[in-house]
C-alpha cells in the first residue's frame, strides 16, 4: 500500500486536490508535505518527500524506495544531516559511510531514510567546525561541544515521528546504533527492531566513535584492530 493509498495516513496533496484541502493540511498539521518528486539515484529509485517543520522552518524529507505497506515492519534509517560527512565525505565521522549504507539497503529492501535538517547533533555546522578546532586540541566530541555551552546531543525526532505517522508505519526495523532513537520512537508508539548499522572505522574517526560509545550510549563493538 503506497502512502496515497492507506487510509490511516494522510493523503499526499498532488495537483488533483482542491487549494482549500491544501491549505487546510498545511494550517492543520505540524509537520505537513509540501513537495514529492521522482528521484533515480547512484542507490536506486527513490520518491522524495519533502515536510516543512512548521515550527523552525527546517526542511525534512523522506526518501522512499518501493511501496509502504503499513501492515508490515518498515526498514527505516533516522539520519541527521551532516554537511562535512554527506557532502565533502569527510573521515573525521561515519556519517557519510551510514548515509550511503543506508541507501543501498532501502534500494535492495525497500524502505525509507528519513533525512532529518540537524546538523552537528543539533548545535548547527559553524558550532560543529568550532567543536572540530577544539577537538584538534585534544578535547572529544562531546568534551568540545560542553566547552562551547551546548549538551552532548541536542538533537529531538518528534519530526520523524509525524513523518512516519504520515505513512501510516506503526512498526520499523531501524537501522541505527542510539538508543536514543529507539527510545523517541517508542515513546510514542511506534514498534522498534533495532538493526546494528555500524560500518567500520578509520584512524581519524576512531577517538570519535568510541566516545559516542562510552560517554553516549551508542551501541558500538570495536575489533582489538580499532583499538590499536
Known amino acids: 500500500m503506497s502512502p496515497k493509498d492507506c487510509s490511516s495516513a494522510p493523503r499526499l496533496h498532488l495537483p488533483q486536490d482542491s487549494p482549500l484541502e491544501v491549505v487546510t493540511r498545511f494550517e492543520t498539521e505540524a509537520v505537513p508535505v509540501v513537495a514529492k518528486a521522482h528521484v533515480p539515484s547512484l542507490f536506486g529509485k527513490f520518491t522524495v518527500y519533502g515536510f516543512l517543520e512548521k515550527l523552525t522552518g527546517k526542511e525534512h524529507i523522506a526518501i522512499v524506495a518501493g511501496e509502504i505497506d503499513a501492515r508490515k515492519r518498515i526498514a527505516v534509517r533516522m539520519h541527521s544531516e551532516c554537511w562535512t560527512g554527506d557532502v565533502m565525505g569527510s573521515l573525521k565521522c561515519d556519517c557519510r559511510a551510514q548515509l550511503e549504507g543506508a541507501l543501498r539497503y532501502i534500494g535492495e529492501h525497500g524502505g525509507m531514510v528519513l533525512y532529518l535538517r540537524q546538523e552537528g547533533r543539533g548545535i548547527g555546522l559553524l558550532n560543529k567546525l568550532k567543536a572540530y578546532a577544539l577537538q584538534e586540541q585534544g578535547l572529544d566530541t562531546v568534551e568540545a561541544n560542553h566547552h562551547l555551552g551546548f ?50 572505522s578509520n584512524p581519524h574517526n576512531l577517538r570519535y566513535l568510541q566516545t559516542k560509545a562510552a560517554k553516549s550510549g551508542h551501541i558500538l563493538d570495536f575489533t582489538e584492530e580499532d583499538a590499536l
Not at 520512537?185 to 567500520?200: C, K
Open 151 to 200: 549538551e552532548d546531543d541536542l538533537r529531538t525526532y518528534e519530526s520523524a515521528v509525524e513523518m512516519l505517522r504520515f505513512f501510516g508505519v506503526t512498526k520499523v526495523k531501524l537501522l541505527t546504533n542510539n538508543p536514543r532513537k529507539v527510545q523517541a520512537l517508542e515513546s510514542a508508539g511506534i514498534h522498534v527492531q533495532r538493526e546494528a548499522h555500524q560500518l567500520g
